[in-house]
């Protein structure tokens, strides 16, 4: 039985400021201190500025499908995560969800990784005088458990006390950067170098600063804490975000007035020279920086992990059970924690900023793409359910979607091409750890909706009539259950070239019972259409008689605009009792112009290799042509894919040859499917009845197809569909217009 992760809501007391704090305090993070300037000595200012501008051209929509999606359903434990397994389904969601863990686990050695930096004077201070060298690893070992320990047993309530803590440093040093002095005592001119330089290496500085911009997403994390997370999480997320942006393009404008250009490259910790105090105020606010940023980290990623193994979504039930076991009345994700700070212990230890700076960066992409094609593909699918307080434009969410997968492989293709792989193998392993939760189909449920609802609405009004023929067939049947054959014909027709609705019969008057009988035989029908991978649509038809029920379907609109043109019945050869009532409402469907086919169904194995026998008279009557196009139609089913199509006829003798070169220039000009082998003229004779040489010739065809016509039916009646048991299945066509085939 699952468990809630939510806690009871007396509990949750957090407001916007931890959301707003939490993302601000990520933003600003190490690569502020370490690289900007770095990059505006490379590009010049106008290259960062673009730089921030192409990234919050990601982010920014982000937050704004963050916030649009988190006021449009009420957002328990996990953020993000919970977003996406409640938008797209749980496979999808533990998928994406597993990454954003990952993410933000990893971030969190990023930012300890970075904090170390802020201890180099001092390292080269004591190795200086002291001749004791003292690793990084070690301070970020150290560093990290004591941060991870305070956490977990303290949890989130102290986690963002000390986040005001560490936020306050972080401010007071970037005021004093504001309020410094340039480097060489003087400003200089905004447009003394020139505002754009070394082009080439555009793409190369996004990849280097682009974590900068991650991070707003960060607050969303703590929404199983919050009194109103439908409030706060947009006010939070929009404000920080907001709050970057204006930081750094304030940053950007200092560094480039304070610095020369071979300073800011040559010196990455250039704002200490810069700021009041800057030797003491700035690797303090460096070190702010990346402690704010691992405690946003370290409290949103055990959440997630806590999030995706209350759905149980890890392959093993133990480890579900473990990792979502929560403690005391906020739940707090105790296990979880334990766990992130052992993964981030590992990345710790690798010591290498940048390399973990590459891993997080495309995870956080993948998170970001799939929150804007969450927020898009809801404003396309145009769901009444979808009704967010906060509303987005979706061409802002499809703009964020683009940004965010192309800027992944423009920041480094390798990492993106394994990453984007990691995902589709991760989803694919769910699914078959899952295999009954909703699969990568559910996302595009309601685009599929959508397109096919325009696109019936736009064939329908634009029909053309010099249109080429294809079949759209409706078929009726009570037999459903009893034979497949009617089925399958069906089936063959609609797969490739044509259009099928298959009706079952049900016969007596509309009542509650008999609504619940068609409920419980359509999803019988649907489970038949399923194992047979057919293409059809399946339904019922509950009528007081066989009459009314046909009266009904033949005024069924048909699908995708296209009118039905042909209706199908079907009886046992050995057991005709059908005939008669179908026989009986033929001119009622004549009256409508449709084409009739009758199929006469045996208890044979179909034989698909022994391929569709044609017997045909005269190519230029209604009836052959529909029966050789009927034929190719049917071909196009992968069942069929060895047989072959033969066709005979009756000539007199001195005409055979003839007859032959008409039927052979025929298939030729129609591009039809025929072999001249496969085409078999067959002499007169008078004394031979047609149902003998039908069963001398198509006794062992899988399919044989034959006419008739209005005419044969007024002098034999139900007699001209007997005398064929020596053969197997038998499809009797009747058209109602002469078809062109070109």
């Known amino acids: 039985m699952k468990k809630e992760i939510a806690s009871p809501q007396a509990a949750k007391r957090m407001g916007t400021a931890p959301v707003y704090f939490t993302a601000i305090s990520t933003i600003l993070g190490a690569i502020l201190f370490l690289r900007f300037g770095v990059a505006v000595g490379t590009v010049g200012i106008a290259g960062v500025l673009f730089i921030i501008i192409i990234g919050h051209m990601v982010t920014l929509p982000t937050a704004m499908a963050i916030s649009e999606i988190s006021t449009n359903q009420k957002v328990e434990g996990g953020g993000e995560y919970y977003m996406i397994s409640r938008s797209f389904g749980l496979n999808i969601g533990a998928t994406i969800g597993i990454s954003l863990y990952l993410s933000q686990a990893i971030s969190i050695a990023f930012y300890i990784i970075a904090f170390t930096e802020a201890f180099t004077p001092l390292i080269h201070f004591v190795q200086l005088h002291y001749h004791l060298l003292i690793p990084k690893q070690a301070i970020g070992i150290v560093t990290l458990v004591i941060l991870g320990v305070v956490i977990w047993k303290k949890g989130a309530n102290i986690g963002v006390k000390m986040l005001y803590v560490v936020v306050t440093i972080l401010l007071l040093s970037l005021l004093a950067f504001f309020l410094g002095h340039p480097v060489n005592g003087t400003a200089q001119s905004a447009f003394a170098y020139p505002p754009l330089r070394n082009t080439d290496q555009l793409f190369v500085m996004l990849a280097i600063i682009f974590p900068a911009f991650t991070g707003m997403d960060a607050g969303v994390g703590l929404s199983g804490d919050l009194k109103s997370p439908q409030k706060s999480i947009p006010r939070g997320t929009l404000w920080a975000t907001v709050t970057g942006m204006i930081i750094y393009i304030f940053v950007v404008i200092k560094l480039n007035i304070s610095a020369t250009p071979q300073e800011l490259m040559t010196q990455p910790l250039i704002m200490s020279k810069i700021a009041l105090f800057g030797w003491i105020i700035i690797p303090l606010g460096l070190a702010a920086a990346t402690m704010s940023s691992a405690i946003g980290s370290f409290l949103v990623a055990p959440r997630t992990m806590q999030a995706i193994a209350v759905d149980n979504s890890f392959p093993m039930e133990k480890m579900n059970r473990v990792l979502g076991k929560g403690k005391g009345k906020t739940n707090e994700p105790q296990n979880a924690t334990f766990f992130t700070l052992l993964l981030a212990l590992v990345f710790v230890v690798m010591g290498s900023i940048d390399a973990v700076a590459k891993i997080i960066s495309m995870f956080f992409m993948i998170t970001y793409a799939s929150m804007n094609l969450i927020s898009f593909l809801n404003h396309f699918g145009s769901d009444p359910s979808y009704r967010p307080s906060f509303q987005s434009k979706w061409y802002f969410s499809l703009a964020g979607f683009v940004f965010a997968s192309v800027l992944m492989f423009l920041m480094n293709p390798l990492y993106a091409f394994i990453s984007v792989a990691a995902i589709f193998l991760l989803y694919f392993w769910m699914k078959h750890v899952h295999q009954d939760r909703r699969g990568i189909e559910n996302i595009f449920h309601g685009v599929m909706f959508q397109v096919s609802r325009k696109l019936t609405a736009y064939l329908q009004t634009g029909t053309i009539k010099e249109r080429t023929w294809r079949p759209s067939a409706i078929c009726i049947s009570s037999d459903t ?25 049900i016969q007596g008057y509309y009542s509650r019972e008999t609504h619940l009988e068609a409920k419980k035989v359509m999803e019988r029908l649907i489970h038949k259409a399923n194992r047979t991978e057919g293409s059809m649509i399946v ?139 496969n085409i078999t003229v067959i002499e007169k004779d008078p004394d031979m009845n047609f149902r003998t040489l039908v069963a001398q010739y198509s006794a062992e065809a899988a399919l044989t197809i034959v006419g008739f016509y209005n005419e044969q039916l007024k002098h034999e009646g139900i007699h001209h569909f007997e005398g064929f048991d020596e053969i197997g299945d038998i499809l009797f066509v009747n058209a109602h217009d002469l078809l062109e085939i070109n």
Request: glycine share 6%; hydrophobic share 40%.
């Open 539 to 677: 339904s019922t038809i509950i009528s007081p008689s066989y009459t009314s029920a046909i009266a009904q379907i033949i005024q069924t609109p048909g699908i995708a605009g296209v009118e039905n043109n042909m209706i199908i019945f079907e009886y046992d050869k050995h057991q005709p009792d059908q005939l008669p009532q179908i026989l009986e409402n033929l001119r009622m469907v004549q009256a409508g112009d449709f084409d009739i086919c009758i199929l006469g169904s045996s208890m044979r194995n179909i034989k698909y290799y022994n391929g569709i026998h044609i017997w045909i008279r005269d190519l230029n009557r209604d009836n052959e042509r529909l029966m050789i196009l009927l034929s190719y139609v049917i071909l196009g089913h992968p069942a069929w894919k060895n047989a072959s199509i033969s066709l005979f006829t009756l000539s007199s003798r001195d005409r055979m040859e003839e007859t032959r070169k008409n039927i052979a220039q025929f298939v030729l000009e129609g591009r039809l499917p025929v072999s001249k082998n």
């Open 481 to 505: 259950f009893k034979r497949d054959k009617i089925f399958d014909l069906l089936n063959w027709i609609s797969y490739s070239h044509g259009f099928g609705t298959y009706m079952h019969f």
